[in-house]
């Protein structure tokens, strides 16, 4: 326990914020680190109320199998076990882990190490899969490589900012105080939000799109074509730095070159659409954020690469104040991205279509069993547990039961599993109830490692106490059980910092064919470096105590094997499920300002609670006169998967034909009101990310019987 202030970073959201803590009258009281230049001190409501998430209310205290406490001996011998006899009868592939943005990247390199490279499944996936994986499909379609080439810092540099599907006030919020401040400093910066509510992001805006949801292809297309039509491409750019050009620009054409017709699709003004491509034409730094309202889709990485290609068709790119940039939901979703915690990488953005990549890999680790191809995404994964061909799986620091699509059938397909492990630091989760095996995982303050935020930004986490009850860091009890099966050898770290240097000399491995995460400089950092570890932003390219200014594609060099960039050809598709006269209205969903996932631990903080103390839905006065909903008044919602019940706010923030439902609350928080119950599992065909924005319902006042 130390009543020092301690620099760490904030648990909630990708913005990665620095923190100051430490403890005074057995509390932990928190400020911003105004040397961290994620966030220069500021905090949102979140980050404020960090210190109140340390303590035991709620909390996993100790392991416990088939709901009776044991020892942490028993337990990893009863997974270790359990795993062997599983392997040994159905094959590595019947294993599968589902990890989580909240596990530190030492926590996330040794389960994908344990999966990958020794067990010998590919079956692990994590719940980033529901937020950012359609942007790093489309990434790697256009760059060769998942490169983020944005930078914060880019946000007070831009003369337009455009801002799609993303509310930054209440889910990046320091972002979003960025962009404030920056427009003070600088009034002829221009915002565009792109969104079919009025957010209070919407509300900040010089210009408000609020497109027909689901249309994004549509305006980017259009604007590819606008700026074809008023010859404000940069053809020098194009020539040198990019293939395929021809062929997108005439489908894009093709599309949307009547732009009355277009303005009529996307359900705005043409006047409105003109002004968005228009400044979007005459501004030389453009950065355009986005995030889940683009990437949870099922044509989510089309919708990227749509925008991905106006940046490369303009050469508004690789430049300060330029770019694509898009923003990661969780505080390491990022770090998982680098160490291979998605079912379809290798760690440190290795490949697995690259016989260089897996000999290296196979060499690195020393084992003769690591996959060959990419494994399940996280709705096949415990789909697959449904239908019996997964027999184990081990769930860290995540809740799918209420997070995932279709809730009913993951909780068909965790009754169904004949082991299912989680590990969290809290003890009531919806998924929980379905354990067999409890494993309590350090929470926030109480453990150590690294995480990187959406600009690529690597920061520590650091302790402040001892964890809780018999609580373990994450990275420990993998390497316990890795250690238990058998792999000594390669799971005998003494420390995160161990793991974090193996990580690093990994990155930095010669012929790995791919130039963008390198952080071989890390390898031989002493005990005393890692602990003062400062900032530093990917590439690493100088020693950790100076700036790196090395910008990914200043020189207009991809990692694609011809290194130029590769425009996709996308045109418009319409999501999965239409609306009809049974389901009339699109149901939406996100975030609200001061609630984190499905609140497992911001719903213990009464003061994250007063903002909005119960679920809603939002219904456009119109669609209340036509379907006889109240303001207040209890309703149903009905899609073709299942029903909820919840009070409508009658609120001309949503437009008419559509409806919008936080996400946060559970089975345990409010029965009936949580919105995975109405959401198919429809996913995108290249990320596998589901279509959670996007659900046709019918809505109608709620009758007790
Ligand atoms: Fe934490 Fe995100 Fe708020 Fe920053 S903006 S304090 S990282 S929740």
Redesign the pocket.
Known sequence: MTNTWVKTT?A??G???GVEARVSNNKIIVRGDKQHPA?FGR??S??MALGEIVNNKGRLLQPYIEGKTTSWQSAIVKIATAFKQIIDRFGPEAIGFYLSGQLLTEDYYVANKLMKGFIGSPNIDTNSRLCMSSSVAAHKRAFGSDTVPGCYEDLEKAELIIITGANLAWC???LYQRIMAAKQQTPNLKIVVIDPRKTVTAQMADLHLPIQPGTDVLLFNGLLHYLFQVKKLNHHFIQQHTEGFSSTLHAARNEAHDLLFLAKQLAVSSDLVTQFYHWFSEADKVVTLYSQGINQSSCGTDKVNSILNCHLATGKIGKPGCGPFSLTGQ?NAMGGREVGGMANSLAAHLEFNNSQHYDLLSHFWQTDKLVKQPGLKAVDLFDAAAKGKIKAIWIMGTNPVVSLPNSHHVIAALKNCPLVVVSDCMFETDTNTYANVLLPAAGWGEKSGMVTNSERRISRQRSLINPIGEAKPDWWIICQVAKQMGFSQAFSYSSEADIFKEYAALTGLKNKGTRDLDLSLFTNLTTQEYHDFTPVQWPAIKNTKQSNNKRFFADGKFYTQTTKAQFITVSYKPPATKTNSTYPLIFNTGRIRDQWHTMTRTSFIPKLCTHTPEPYVHINSLDATTFSIKHDELVQLTSHIGTLITRAKVSEKILSGQVFMPMHWTRMLSSSSHVSQLIAPNIDPFSGQPESKYTPVAISPWQYS
């Open positions: 904030c909630f959201c913005v990665g914020c966030n905090l949102c979140k980050g990046h919020p320091v505080p």
